[in-house]
């Protein structure tokens, strides 16, 4: 609700993205779709495999338009505080 996105949205995201990049978190993938807006804006959706069915994690809105095929930088201490908690 907060990001404006309807469940049927971000069906349509999952079904035909426009772009597809790895996500942030470990297993992941994120799919993002144009929002056609009178703004440049991105609908960003992220989820996992797990077995047959893909689950999804995240979604939001990102204003603007992302970069292509970038890694996303995170600090090394947070990626270490993530990997350990994972553990």
């Known amino acids: 609700m907060y990001y404006r996105l309807s469940e049927g949205r971000l069906r349509r995201i999952l079904r035909r993205p426009q772009r597809s990049e790895v996500g942030i978190a ?8 144009r929002a ?3 703004k440049p804006s ?3 959706l992220m989820y996992q495999q797990v077995g047959k ?3 999804m994690i995240s979604a939001w809105r990102y204003p603007g338009i992302s970069p292509k095929g970038e890694p996303i ?8 505080f993530l990997t350990n908690k994972k553990r």
């Open 53 to 55: 069915k893909k689950k």
């Open 36 to 38: 056609d807006t009178k």
């Open 26 to 33: 470990p297993e992941t993938v994120a799919l993002m779709c």
């Open 42 to 44: 991105e609908i960003w």
């Open 73 to 80: 930088f995170i600090p090394d201490d947070v990626l270490e």
